[in-house]
Every structure is written in C-alpha cells, then in structure tokens.
C-alpha cells in the first residue's frame, strides 16, 4: 500500500508537468514563430520480489514468469518539432519574412548566437537590423568593393551606416529624341538670323548636378527642306544661369565665362564665342560648322546626323574649369521622323537610350529598404536609385529538435543538435524567404484542449489511488481497536 502511494504521487507530478506544458503551449497561440512541444512518459523502478526461472526438463516443472512491482511513472521528455515551415500569417510588411525551408535566422543577443523562426524584423536607431520579437542582431552578409555578397563570417548587418546612407549620382550618358519635325513648321524655316525649332535636353553632370542644354534644328537653306542644322545655344547650370556667361557685377555687363564645351567633336569653348555685353545673346560665330540632320526627302524617314555614328551627336563639357564636368551626353536622333502633320514640330527628348539605360540621376539619400526572397537588402535612394547593402544569412542543424529554447523564441545549438559553423548558408540552398509574411505558431487548440482533458483525467485517477491508499491503510488501521 506505502508503493501505491508514491506509485500515485509519481502520477501526479508528471501530469502536473504535462499540465504545465500545454498551458504554455496554449499561451503561446498567437506567438510568431512558436513551436508547440509535447511531453511523453515513461515507466520507472520496479521491485522484483521473484525472478524468473526456465522449464526443468528433468523434473516436469514449467517455468515461470518474473513478479514485478511498478513504482510509477516519470517524464521521459518533452519534445519540439523544430523541422519544416509552420503556417503562414500575411502582414504585407517589407520587413516581415518567413522561412519556406527547415532553416533558422542567425540571431545575437548579449554577445551570444542564438537562432529563430521569427522573422518581424526592423532597423534600430544605429542602422542595424534586428528582431523585434526578442531585440536580437540579425546576422548576415555584407558587401564587398564591386558590390558583391562577401560570403564570409556572419556577422551584424549594419544597413545606415558610412556609404550606405548615400546613393552615388551617375552622370547621363544618352539622350533619346523622339517625334516629328514638319518642314512647313515656320520655327524650321531658313532664315540669317532665325532662332529655328528649340529643344531643351536635360541632363546629370558627374557630380550629380542636373543641367540643361538649350538648341534648335533649322534648314540649311531657303532650297532644302529636308536637310537641318543643329545648332547649341546654351546650357544652363544646375541653378538654371549659364554656364557659358555671366553677368559682371561691378560693370553690369555680360561677359564669357570660356567654359571648354565639345558639341560632336567641335571646340566650342573660349574664344569659339562670344557673349553680347549689353543683352547677354551667345553666338559662336560663321566659323562653326554645325552638325546636319538629314532626312529622306521622299519618305520622311531619318537619315543620318553628320557625326560619328550617324545617329548621336556628343555633347561634351570639359572637366578643366567646367563646374559641370560631364565624360559626354550622346543625344540620339534616330528616332525622328519628318512627316507632314499641322505644321508643327513636335520633338520630345528624353534622359536614357532607347532601352532607359544612360539616364544618369542625382546624389540620393537613404528611403527605405527591400529584403528579396533570396535575402538581398538592397537600400532604396530617394534618387530611385537601388544598392546591394547585404544579404540574411540562416543556419541548418542535423537534428533541428536538439535545440535548446532559451526563451523569446530562440534556440541555443547543443551537443545533441549540431554545431554552427559560424558562416551560415545560402537561404536558396534550402528554400526561400516570404516577404510581407511571418510564420505562425503550429499550436492546434483542438489537440491541446483535448490532451488537458486526458492529463485532468490522469491526474484525477492518481489522485483517486492516493485515497484510496489512505482509505485501506485506515482500515488497516482499524484492525486494533
């Protein structure tokens, strides 16, 4: 009777201890991330008050069985399923992401490496990603010199900082020109002193600095109409003044900067013209020969430009006392046609070639950021510009549920789940990542309620054997009187 005792004390303690995980369990069912754990029992002690023994031939006598006595129960462990990808709960936030692949993200916290399904992550005041579940560092990839993935030690993933935080400008390269000029426009006509069809082009300098060249096309002569001149009137600075005058403060005249300018190989800078003193008109004088436009006079279609390609004249401005340096703007013109319309030219010019490459932008600074599902962070500039600043690293084990939970969703390696190898892998060598979505607890409140209906009921019918112990013992008790 004293066995049954301890036999239903041993009962209670490992339901209250089932007891205990399910209610963690249960707490946990909203929890991102969270993994339900299970507890299993076994058997423990047993008194043998006779042992077993085998069939005598010689005497007759069969053998007999071993006579054993339970001494209750105990838990043989309490086990979590840490493999595979839990269900999907959509948040549609950037910087959410979900494993799709039995992996974990590399975490530090205190300076240890630790490991985590959960993927809500964010930037803190330094510029670091982190985890907001637990305020762990996240670990990853940085960026070589050529802008590549450095796939050495994992380490912090410092997003802000040093270069980060700016977007380099790009100087323009090629402009494309597109529409149509009508040889009935009057702006096109011949005429000695005519300003012709006038065209703005748009374009970033090597420092970043957006200027403006300002030209028009016009007929060569009052007998040919499908044959023009492209002509360079100005270019106008970042601050919208030009850059190839100036207006003296002292006198009020306007005066010649002598800005070294290359238009399609012509040398238009210094004394290649000049500015009018009292109204600030540019001109570059007869000697200039300027580039040709042709047509074809029959079908309309563009013909050539006179330069080196026949479809793009260069505009180049010189590094060497230019405040606008540029390596060169190929403006393309054979896109163009020369169909009749309403006598009127419509030309529109635009920053990038014929595929957009070439547009060039400004000096742009850090907007925001965009995690791939392979786990590339690239920064997003206000220029629109888009950086590789680093890619998440995870991190595989041989036994996944060897992991040790140390609270806030993260996992320590242990003998029994495999080493860290302190670099990581490749998230597509296992899966990918989901961005705008966080993986969900795999609590199932159906089976939960229905093991604590079973663990209260254990509970219950130990409970039952304690008393019932007692009740004989008292009876025992009794026997004197």
Not at 92 to 99: E, V
Request: net charge negative; glycine share 12%; with cysteine.
């Amino acid at each position: 009777m004293m066995r049954s005792l301890y036999s239903g004390v041993s009962g209670l303690k490992v339901h209250q201890t089932k007891m205990d995980v399910i209610g963690n369990n249960i707490s946990n069912v909203n929890t991102v991330g969270f993994r339900a754990s299970s507890v299993n029992f076994t058997d423990v002690f047993y008194q043998t008050t006779q042992n077993a023994s085998g069939p005598n031939a010689n005497t007759g006598t069969a053998g007999t069985n071993a006579v054993q006595i339970g001494l209750g129960s105990n838990v043989a462990s309490i086990s979590v399923d840490l493999s595979g990808t839990g269900a999907t709960q959509r948040t549609d936030r950037g910087m959410d992401i979900m494993i799709n692949g039995d992996a974990f993200l590399i975490v530090k916290s205190n300076g240890n490496t630790y490991f985590t399904k959960s993927g809500a992550l964010d930037i803190d005041a330094n510029g670091t990603l982190y985890c907001t579940t637990n305020g762990a560092s996240v670990l990853g990839w940085g960026v070589d010199e050529d802008g590549e993935i450095r796939k050495d030690t994992a380490a912090t993933l410092n997003l802000m900082g040093g270069e980060n935080a700016y977007s380099d400008p790009n100087a323009t390269t090629d402009v494309s020109l597109s529409g149509n000029v009508d040889q009935k426009d009057p702006l096109v006509a011949y005429s000695a002193d005519g300003a012709g069809y006038p065209m703005a082009v748009s374009f970033y300098d090597n420092l970043g600095n957006l200027c403006t060249a300002k030209y028009s096309i016009i007929q060569t002569s009052a007998d040919s109409t499908n044959t023009y001149s492209v002509r360079l009137h100005d270019i106008l600075g970042a601050d919208g003044k030009s850059i190839l005058k100036r207006k003296d403060e002292a006198s009020g005249d306007y005066v010649s900067t002598e800005q070294p300018i290359n238009f399609n190989e012509l040398d238009l800078g210094g004394t290649n013209y000049t500015v009018d003193a009292s109204s600030g008109d540019i001109s570059f004088g007869d000697a200039v020969d300027w580039p040709i436009l042709t047509f074809n006079s029959v079908t309309g279609a563009f013909t050539s430009v006179s330069s080196d390609n026949g479809e793009a004249l260069n505009l180049n401005l010189s590094a060497d006392n230019n405040p606008y340096p540029t390596s060169g703007v190929d403006i393309d013109f054979s896109d163009l046609t020369m169909y009749a319309s309403d006598k009127t030219c419509k030309v529109k010019p635009s920053r990038g070639g014929a595929n957009g490459d070439g547009a060039g932008n400004a000096a742009g600074t850090l907007n925001g950021f965009s995690i791939q599902t392979d786990g590339m962070i690239y920064g997003v500039y206000s220029n629109g510009d888009k950086k590789l600043l680093g890619q998440i690293a995870v991190a595989t084990f041989a036994n996944p549920s060897g992991l040790e939970s140390v609270g806030n969703s993260m996992y320590a390696a242990t003998l029994n789940s495999g080493d860290f190898d302190g670099i990581g892998i490749d998230i597509t060598e296992v899966g990918k990542f989901s961005v705008g979505a966080l993986e969900m607890s795999d609590v199932d409140l159906a089976n939960e309620f229905t093991s604590m209906i079973t663990t209260q009921r254990g509970f219950q019918a130990n409970s039952r054997v304690i008393t019932t112990s007692d009740t004989m013992l008292e009876e025992l008790i009794n026997l004197k009187r």
